[in-house]
């Protein structure tokens, strides 16, 4: 039977346990939500969002009648249609009672790899879905992102949130075979990178006109657009910006499809390529971008690149290489007013989102490496990358004073870099030469 001091007893137990279940509440509802493109306490000036709020929409293109060069026979590819989704990042009207915050949907795993099955997983981003463009009197310059192989168009959301909050259309791509969920031989990316970015520029550039019917009419200025590439995004923006694959390369991919003849047009010399040069590119953003150790490029071909361009790279890079790789690029382009941003010790990993939570589990192991940095906090590097491509870009696409935080010592560790918290520019290098 229960006595006075029994009941006592349970009632302050219910007692306790609300005010623990209250206080867990009001815990978890004052802990901030960090995501991807969040500034660290530490972040350089350049790398805080800008004044305007974002809207994220899906695109899908279809690049018809293409070579498809993963069957072909006797040197001949048959013909069949690429489709090219594309996720578009822009100035927004958010309204007062919507919040910008979105779900993005990707996967984790290859498709061709039963060892890494795919594994659906949701990340949270700042932008609203489908939301209605901000009214201006003039278009945004247009950024176009190429991801890596394997990667996907929302690879590095930390970034393409953060340009479309200062004032730019950012479209990145879904490059077909190339992604987690359809990965095919690399010949096709070999080929397709340059062809797939050129495509989309022109589909957005239809799509901003005046009256096109699309939400990106008025929008976009694709007479002003930037390039950025990741990898194998980077060799694809390269070669778009008029760095031609040497004659290795197209005797090299030659022996992989049968003796096809397309990847020639691509090459250094090539009367077809020499027209793909687009004028309305004005800028280039690579992040580690691959092919100089396997002789896809050569100094010859290296000539070519004449527009200014922002190489950034880990010194220990060992999908790319650095000194026989990306600093070679960067060595041997010697007509473009060019840039090398270096992070000491790190490798390959520069430009991607954080290690999603889902790769820390068990038997995740290869999907967390594809994403994280040895000796770097990838957030870090998220926020140091904001603030350099901020500056590029708004010097060459928007005629932004922000020469000061590209005009400092190559060493880091040596004076503390303009725009950085002091004590905090470490760890890092900045190269500059000029044509």
Known sequence: MLNKNSFRLIGFSISLFICLIFNQQIFAQSEPEFLNGDLLPNAPELSARGNHKVGVRTLEFIHGNQPDILHSKGGVAPLYDRNLKVEVWYPAQIPNDKEELVTYNSVLGVFSDPGRPLTPFEFKGRALRDANPEKSEQ????????????????LLTYLTENLASKGYVVVAIDHKESTYSDAGGFQSTLLNRAKDILFILDEISKSSVENSGSFLS???DANNTGIIGYSMGGYGVLNVAGVGYSQKAAGLFASMTEGSKEFEVLTTGNADYDKMRDSRIKAVVAFAPWGMQRGVWDNEGLKGLKLPTLFIA???DDISGYEDGIKA??????NSDRF???????????APNPPPALTYLPGKEKDYAHYAEPAWNERRINNINQHFVTAFLGIHLKELEYQKFLDVQANSNEKNWVGFPPR?????ELLHEKP
């Open 139 to 154: 278009k945004f310059p247009l950024v176009l992102v190429s991801h890596g192989y394997l990667g996907s168009r929302l």
């Open 218 to 220: 008025g929008l976009a």
């Open 314 to 316: 880990g010194d220990q």
């Open 329 to 334: 690029i960067y060595n041997g382009a010697i």
């Open 340 to 350: 090398l941003l270096t992070y000491k010790n790190a490798r390959h990993n520069i």
């Open 424 to 428: 905090y520019s470490v760890g890092l």
